[in-house]
C-alpha cells in the first residue's frame, strides 16, 4: 500500500504561510509525491507534485525531505480560496499504478 | 470551458434500480479514471481506461460495475441493481500521455444517492 499520514485537520491566517505536512515513510526510491486539494462541491485539483529536490509552481512549493520520507506543501500566502482538502498521494505499487488517497488534511483559512 | 464534464450531476434512483453516468474527458486526453468518494473520505480509485481500453480495475469493483470508453472519447460508469452501498459521489478524471505522474484534471462528480 502506497500510505501517507497527513493531520486531519489545519488552520491559518489569511495572508500568512501555510505549511502542510506529509509523512511517506514506505516511499519506493522512484515514487513521485503528489499533492492535490478538493474545495467544497467540486472535483480534485491538481496542486503540484515531485520527486527528491523542491518544486515551485504558481500554487505553491513543494519541500521534499533527503530522505525523501516527508514532504511539506507550502502556500506562500493563504487565502480565503484556500480553504479546501489537501490531499498527499502516492502511487499504489502494490497493484497496478493508481493514486491512493487518504482523508487528507481540512485547511480552514481565517480572515 | 475546456475542463471535464460529468453528467448528470445528481442522481436520486431507488435500490434495485439501474444508473449510467457519462464523462467527457478533456480533448485528446489518452487516460481517463473513474473515482468513488463518500463523505469525510478521499476518493477510491475504480477503474482506468488509456484510449478504448480498460487497463485496470480496482480489486474490490463489483461486478455489478462496468465501464466503457468507446472510441477512446467519452466514458460511460454503469451501476446494476443498485445499493444502499452505491450512494457516493462518481468522479472521473483524465490526463494526457502515457505517464502515470500525469497530473489528474477532474470533473465535478456525479452524485448517486440510493433511495
Known amino acids: 500500500d502506497a500510505k501517507t499520514t497527513q493531520p486531519n485537520s489545519m488552520e491559518s491566517n489569511e495572508e500568512e504561510p501555510v505549511h502542510l505536512p506529509c509523512n511517506h515513510s514506505?516511499?519506493?526510491?522512484?515514487?513521485?509525491i503528489h499533492w492535490y486539494r478538493q474545495l467544497p462541491s467540486q472535483g480534485p485539483e491538481y496542486v503540484i507534485h515531485?520527486?527528491?529536490s523542491n518544486v515551485n509552481n504558481r500554487m505553491a512549493s513543494l519541500a521534499i525531505a533527503e530522505d525523501r520520507k516527508s514532504s511539506t506543501l507550502i502556500l506562500h500566502r493563504a487565502t480565503l480560496r484556500d480553504a479546501a482538502v489537501y490531499y498527499c498521494?502516492?502511487?499504489?505499487?502494490?497493484?497496478?499504478?493508481?493514486?491512493?488517497f487518504g482523508p487528507g488534511t481540512r485547511l480552514s483559512v481565517l480572515p | 470551458d475546456t475542463g471535464v464534464s460529468q453528467d448528470p450531476r445528481h442522481k436520486i434512483t431507488k435500490r434495485g434500480q439501474n444508473v449510467t453516468f457519462r464523462c467527457d474527458p478533456i480533448?485528446?486526453?489518452?487516460?481517463l479514471y473513474w473515482y468513488r468518494q463518500t463523505l469525510g473520505q478521499g476518493p477510491e480509485f475504480l477503474t482506468y481506461?488509456?484510449?478504448?481500453?480498460?487497463?485496470?480495475k480496482s480489486r474490490l469493483l463489483s461486478d455489478r460495475f462496468s465501464a466503457e470508453r468507446p472510441k477512446g472519447s467519452f466514458s460511460t460508469l454503469e451501476i446494476q441493481r443498485t445499493e444502499q452501498g452505491d450512494s457516493a459521489m462518481y468522479l472521473c478524471?483524465?490526463?494526457?500521455?502515457?505517464?502515470?505522474?500525469?497530473?489528474?484534471?477532474f470533473g465535478d462528480g456525479t452524485r448517486l444517492s440510493i433511495l
Open positions: 480533448s485528446e486526453h489518452n487516460r
Open positions: 498521494i502516492l502511487r499504489d505499487r502494490s497493484y497496478g499504478q493508481n493514486f491512493v
Open positions: 481506461f488509456q484510449n478504448e481500453a480498460q487497463l485496470e
Open positions: 515531485g520527486l527528491t
Open positions: 514506505t516511499i519506493s526510491g522512484t515514487d513521485y
Open positions: 478524471a483524465s490526463s494526457p500521455g502515457t505517464g502515470y505522474n500525469q497530473p489528474q484534471h
